[in-house]
């Protein structure tokens, strides 16, 4: 089928989050009582976990809430022994699998679908991993077609769910009658570092653990659903040259590093706008920014390049506010805080743009066209506006 005459949308949307809540001012307060022996290392921490634009975050670890002298996670001058890698991907393999399963159960009911009816599931995860993988899990679990299509993508960091988003489109639009699943799960505060160096610190300071999913699927098949969709067009995937060290993620015996470089924002700024204009060619700016709260400095520097509102950055900022980079379950939870929002004050269709970063570095970028409820029927219309 031609893409002109198919509109491929995010027809559903869930998310799901652990039960443990980190409040920034608390965490802040015990991880400097762990750094007291590094004043330097104290007050810098104090200022980043101030100043990341995040008030609170989920862990899937309950030692993490525990007073600095018993966090294992924490700098210890008391010798407590220390997470290995194998024990944090014992952690994943329990904890990760029933939150990936809420999510995926809300989104399968958010697009007014049965499990018998999906063709594909994409799984997305770059914190942790295990074989059988946990693509296998879930379609015992969600009671999947043993036949169905398998495609997880491991270790692409933060812009996996934007770049599995993509993928679903680019296999909908080789099969019509296809529905994905696509699944992302992070675990990313099991990978909090007892360091002092700013590096692991700055990490520490706006990371937190999330699951997301969504359904994707042709709207001319008819689909019911309750609320907005979003429609995708067209989309972009980019490396950029010579920026190969500025996000690096790699494991090591406590857990895996990372190392995000303070410049990735002026990076950003400095080569996004030309991806974007070869996105959108001469069309108008979107009204919807779905941007990826990579951290704040990132939403920053887009609002900053663009003008952008307070209303058009609220759903990352939000996002960020109270979960956190979640990395490649973020862009779900923006779009779905984004539909939220769209639907409480009644909007009507409206074009967007979704774009998330990752190492590489990487840019993927969608366009995106929010279709009301009440708008099934209009989906060509908006297309063709969009």
């Known amino acids: 089928m031609n893409q002109l005459n198919q509109a ?18 608390n965490t802040s307060q015990r991880l400097t009582e762990a750094l007291r022996e590094y004043p330097d290392s104290a007050r810098w921490a104090k200022r980043i976990f101030k100043q990341c634009g995040v008030e609170t975050r989920y862990t899937c670890e309950p030692n993490l809430l525990e007073s600095a002298d018993q966090c294992r996670y924490f700098l210890q001058a008391s010798g407590e022994e220390l997470p290995t890698t194998a024990d944090r991907m014992k952690t994943y393999k329990r904890e990760s699998v029933p939150l990936a399963i809420v999510a995926a159960r809300k989104a399968m009911e958010d697009a007014n679908l049965q499990a018998s009816e999906i063709t594909h599931l994409i799984t997305v995860s770059c914190t942790g991993q295990f074989l059988p993988g946990m693509d296998t899990v879930i379609v015992r679990e969600l009671e999947l077609a043993a036949t169905v299509n398998r495609l997880p993508l491991n270790f692409l960091g933060c812009a996996a769910g934007l770049r599995g988003i993509n993928l679903s489109k680019h ?5 019509a009658k296809a529905k994905v699943l696509l699944v992302c799960v992070e675990l990313c505060t099991l990978h909090i570092q007892p360091s002092s160096e700013r590096e692991a610190l700055f990490g520490a300071s706006f990371f937190g653990d999330g699951a ?6 042709s709207l001319e098949e008819k689909l019911q659903y309750a609320r907005g969709v979003f429609r995708l067009g067209t989309d972009r995937s980019v490396l950029l040259s010579d920026c190969a060290d500025e996000m690096v993620w790699e494991v090591g015996n406590f857990g895996f590093d990372l190392y995000l470089s303070p410049n ?6 400095a080569t996004i706008p030309e991806q974007i204009g070869q996105l959108i060619g001469e069309n108008k700016l979107p009204e919807l920014w779905a941007i990826h709260p990579g951290g704040k400095g990132i939403i920053d520097t887009l609002v900053d390049s663009y003008g952008l509102t307070e209303e058009q950055s609220r759903p990352s900022r939000n996002v960020l506010r109270d979960f956190g980079n979640m990395s490649s379950a973020t862009i779900l939870f923006v779009l779905d805080e984004m539909r939220q929002h769209l639907i409480e004050r009644g909007a009507g269709p409206a074009s ?9 570095l990487t840019c993927e970028m969608v366009q995106i066209s929010y279709v009301p409820s009440n708008q099934r029927r209009e989906v060509k219309l908006v297309e063709a506006h969009a």
Not at 10 to 25: D, R
Not at 212 to 217: F, K, M, Q, T, Y
Request: aromatic share 4%; charged share 10%; hydrophobic share 50%.
């Open 8 to 25: 491929i949308a995010i027809v559903g949307i869930g998310t799901a989050v652990p039960a443990y809540k980190l409040e920034q001012t």
């Open 212 to 217: 997301s999913a969504c359904v994707i699927g």
């Open 171 to 175: 296999i909908i639009e080789s099969d």
């Open 264 to 269: 990735i924002p002026k990076l950003i700024g």
């Open 352 to 360: 967007g743009l979704a774009l998330a970063f990752g190492p590489g």
